[in-house]
């Protein structure tokens, strides 16, 4: 896993080279290992490399094929590009590395940006057709490597992070109202293409955009499961649990590919709890497991050490238990939003940045459980969901989901800022009315698994690691599994509480107390109640100067929400106080005047 970085001109002019270079130097956390650059006609690539597959030199990017006259510079990782090298091989060409990389740059070689369709992992690459001018930008089906781009009459930049878009120069940094409505909408949630700020999109997910040397571009989206009952499985239970075991043990299976270590990130949870379990099965021994906890505050537990420790005992592997006290909170906030792409809220942001701190002086892969609960129906609110009929689903979901509603929203706002159209109920709804997904469940699924999942808990998971140097992988976002899920009837998703097939598949190889237990978070309770050191940084960034000039929300409802911070919540139990401060530090985090 790697960040890359590039600028593609159709004015006739040579690509700014220094803007490349600062663009790639913002990235360094996410590749410490090396460094490249490379520049023709009118397009520079940059690369930070972080070394999991083929350790030598040979797999430094950005990686040029003189024979098949392409360059390319990709970050993620290829499952299967092992079995895609010997097909490779069998049409004849030759390689001169064992990375990925090199696999991805024959396969585009071979089959042009249909090679989309024979990479199984998670990805975002770009390749110059050195003959044509062409660039050609692709991010993986599900994604969970992040790919942004901003773009003038002139040219064209890409990268892996925000930041380094800012780092280039030149992007128009003013709030987007749209993102700002689903921002506040969606906890934090803003979809692809957009981000907060109006300079900046993203890639989609499973989406090839082709840009042309004179600047034209189309994009095309090469896979979305239809969310519609077509499995010779039929409503079976013991069939589908059969079907989705086998299915998780593959997708596990292919996340160990790798030149290095790989761990586990455990929270003692259904999900993470069986990528160890399957590892143990696979015979995997002294297995890295990591967990973390953080003290209590105000009754609320901060850990939880009992169920992590019980799944490391039995399967014996080689457990790291990090507690965090409640003082280092400030600075680690700090850190975490400055390691953001894009503001996020979940409280877990920070755990997560705090453990890849401590993981990654162990190991430089982990697996963790993101995702289940999304493609399994996990969640509290997919029953409501559940319930309404078909052509009810986006009222359904816009009651079961929301922060707020649009005029809560909107007061929230300062006058200048205030939306005069629900631009988040329209966008949920244009997802709910197109075709395929039978039923309403069908339809949320569909949305959060393809729309909003890619900019909330994988966005969270690659920023926090990343900015260690450490690749996570996420098992249950495996397409095949996916695929799988989404033509499970919902009746067997929804039962037992929700995840009820992943549950019957917990329950042949964990013990019943990890399978039935409460379902659990990643608990800060210091940010969930605004501790005192939380609030006092909280208070310091929203009475900034910068903040006022900003003047992004209503000052009356500010100072209501500082008055009593641990009582204003969303309609989901959020405190609305973080949600408000998070947006302000983060832009201030990144010098956003």
């Not at 520049?39 to 040979?58: F, P, T």
């Not at 892996?160 to 909408?185: E, F, I, N, W």
């Not at 409280?347 to 493609?375: I, R, S």
Request: net charge negative; proline share 6%.
């Amino acid at each position: 896993m790697c960040g890359l970085s590039g600028e593609v001109r159709w004015d006739g002019r040579r690509p700014d080279l220094a803007a490349v270079e600062r663009m790639t130097d913002a990235m360094e956390p996410r590749g410490p290992d090396g460094r490249g650059a490379w520049s023709q006609a009118a397009v520079a690539l940059g690369h930070r490399r972080l070394k999991v597959i083929d350790l030598s030199e040979r797999g430094a990017q950005p990686m040029t094929d003189a024979r098949l006259g392409l360059t390319a510079v990709f970050n993620g990782c290829v499952y299967n590009y092992r079995e895609l090298r010997a097909r490779l091989e069998g049409h004849g060409h030759q390689f001169f590395s064992d990375s990925d990389t090199e696999v991805v740059v024959k396969a585009y070689g071979q089959w042009g940006p249909d090679c989309v369709e024979f990479l199984t992992g998670m990805f975002a690459f770009a390749v110059v057709e050195h003959h044509t001018g062409r660039v050609v930008l692709v991010r993986d089906r599900l994604g969970i490597k992040p790919l942004y781009v901003t773009q003038d009459e002139d040219r064209l930049r890409f990268a892996s992070t925000l930041p380094a878009l800012l780092a280039g120069g030149g992007v128009d940094t003013s709030l987007d109202p749209v993102a700002l409505h689903q921002y506040l909408s969606w906890h934090g949630t803003v979809p692809a293409p957009r981000t907060v700020l109006n300079g900046v999109r993203k890639i989609p997910p499973a989406t090839v955009r082709v840009v042309e040397q004179d600047g034209t571009q189309h994009d095309h989206r090469y896979w979305q499961p239809a969310y519609t009952r077509h499995s010779a499985l039929g409503e079976d239970p013991e069939l589908w649990r059969e079907a989705v075991l086998d299915a998780v043990r593959t997708a596990v299976r292919r996340r160990t590919v790798a030149d290095v270590s790989v761990g586990v990130l455990l929270s003692g949870g259904l999900d993470s709890s069986l990528i160890v379990a399957l590892l143990a099965e696979e015979g995997q021994e002294d297995l890295a497991t990591f967990a973390m906890g953080f003290e209590s505050e105000n009754g609320e537990a901060g850990d939880e050490f009992h169920y992590s420790d019980l799944v490391a005992r039995r399967y014996g592997t080689d457990h790291h238990q990090f507690l965090i006290p409640s003082d280092r909170l400030p600075a680690a906030l700090e850190d975490a939003i400055g390691a953001m792409s894009e503001p996020m809220v979940s409280h877990d942001a920070v755990a997560f940045h705090m453990l890849a701190e401590q993981v990654a002086k162990e190991v430089k892969v982990v697996l963790c459980g993101q995702g289940a609960d999304e493609v399994f129906a996990g969640y509290h609110w997919y029953p409501p969901i559940a319930a309404a009929d078909r052509p009810d689903a986006a009222a359904a979901y816009a009651d079961a989901y929301f922060d707020r509603t649009h005029h809560e929203l909107t007061a929230l706002l300062h006058p200048d800022l205030a939306p005069v159209h629900d631009a988040s109920t329209e966008f949920v709804r244009a997802h709910m009315a197109a075709p395929g997904a039978q039923t309403a469940l069908d339809a949320a699924l569909r949305m959060d698994v393809h729309a909003l999942m890619p900019d909330d808990p994988v966005k969270r998971v690659d920023n926090m690691t990343m900015a260690w140097g450490l690749e996570a992988r996420v098992p249950f976002l495996d397409h095949e599994l996916v695929e799988l899920a989404a033509a499970c009837p919902p009746g067997l998703k929804l039962a037992q509480g929700g995840k009820a097939v992943l549950k019957d598949v917990g329950r042949t190889v964990l013990p019943r107390e990890i399978v039935d237990r409460p379902k659990g978070y990643f608990p800060v309770p210091a940010v969930r109640h605004m501790a005192a050191p939380v609030l006092a940084r909280v208070r310091e960034a929203l009475t900034a100067p910068e903040a006022r000039r900003r003047a992004t929300f209503d000052p009356g409802r500010v100072a209501e929400l500082l008055s009593a911070p641990d009582r204003h919540r969303t309609k989901r139990g959020a405190n609305a106080l973080w949600q408000v401060a998070t947006l302000e530090i983060w832009l201030q985090a990144h010098g956003i005047g």
